[in-house]
């Protein structure tokens, strides 16, 4: 088995399953053509994509199988990605080997734990996530609308001097893993966590915040008013995620300063370059916006 090289090691394991199923020569190199070339892995988990064995291998795929990926792939355990959907931006990853969907990623000193067939992650977000553990000065009150298994929430807990934060989301599953993250990382005592609709619970978060992450894909629109509401009178930063035009980012900030500046209230904005976070789709980026809101 080769050492270093896992595409081989995965075709070389697969290889000897398919043979040991009866198939000929010839089949088993059609099969073996259509190997995923790319995957994830983390902890004892190696997530395949989405296209993964589908199609015509329909009929081999088998546990005999998913051993053999999970040994090529020096993995316990092995899931499927599927489509993220739905309001709750649920996650359809398939458990293939492996009862415990449970799942623990390390990362930059944090530790996020969520349910991978029940959360989504994006691997994609990770320079996001760090650098909200690098920019909330001492002493702020934080209000995260879309907080998730809490991407981030939990680095500018672990990393920052950060007075409060205020956590807001509606899914149980990922509220599960945000209370269970916050007592694994050592800071549950500088979080309150918001369980419902934002548009209910951050009622009661006017006026609090320093800071207010928006981080909702394809627009978090819906929370602007939220968070201009959450915001201190003095003001405060705002960091809205959306997705813009691969080209053209500047017309999608331009909206967003548009919507802000349409608010009641008196008050001035001041908005830095929008910081492109990840490719999102075929010409379309996840960007966020960093908005410095001044109270009148
Ligand atoms: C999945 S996260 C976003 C992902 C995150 N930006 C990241 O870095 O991976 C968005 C979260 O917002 C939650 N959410 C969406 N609309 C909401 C609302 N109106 N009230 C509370 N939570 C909401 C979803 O359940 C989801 O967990």
Redesign the pocket.
């Known amino acids: 088995m080769h050492r270093e090289d896992p595409h081989r090691r995965l075709a070389e394991s697969v290889g000897e399953v398919l043979r040991g199923a009866g198939l000929r020569n010839e089949e088993c190199i059609a099969l073996l053509d259509r190997l995923p070339s790319k995957w994830e892995r983390f902890s004892d988990v190696v997530l395949l994509p989405d296209s993964a064995f589908r199609g015509e291998w329909g009929t081999y795929t088998s546990e005999d199988l998913w051993r053999a990926v999970a040994e090529a792939l020096k993995s316990e355990r092995v899931a499927r990605l599927g489509e993220i959907s739905g309001?709750?931006?649920a996650s359809s990853v398939e458990m293939l080997l492996g009862e415990d969907d449970w799942v623990v990623r390390r990362e930059s000193g944090v530790d996020y734990g969520y349910n991978l067939t029940q959360?989504?992650?994006?691997a994609g977000?990770v320079n996001?996530?760090r650098r909200m553990g690098e920019v909330v000065d001492a002493g702020e009150v934080v209000v995260d609308?879309?907080?998730?298994i809490g991407?981030?929430s939990l680095p500018m807990l672990v990393h920052s001097q950060v007075g409060h934060v205020h956590c807001?989301?509606?899914?149980p599953n990922?509220v599960r893993a945000l209370e269970s993250n916050l007592e694994v990382n050592g800071v549950a005592g500088s979080c309150t966590v918001h369980f419902?609709?934002?548009?209910v619970t951050a009622a009661n978060l006017e006026g609090v915040a320093d800071r207010v992450v928006l981080?909702?894909?394809p627009s978090a629109e819906?929370g602007y008013a939220l968070a201009m509401a959450a915001l201190r009178p003095v003001g405060g930063v705002l960091h809205v995620?959306g997705v813009a035009a691969g080209r053209n980012h500047a017309a999608w900030a331009a909206d967003v300063t548009g919507s802000l500046l349409e608010m009641e209230g008196k008050f001035s904005i001041d908005a830095a370059e929008p910081l492109r976070v990840k490719s999102y789709a075929p010409h379309w980026d996840h960007v966020v916006l960093d908005v410095t809101v001044s109270g009148g």
Not at 168 to 171: A, F, G, K, R, T
Not at 196 to 199: I, L, R, Y
């Open positions: 309001e709750m931006r959360c989504m992650f994006s977000n996001e996530r609308l879309y907080a998730g991407y981030y807001c989301e509606w899914n990922a419902g609709d934002n548009q981080g909702l894909l819906d995620h």
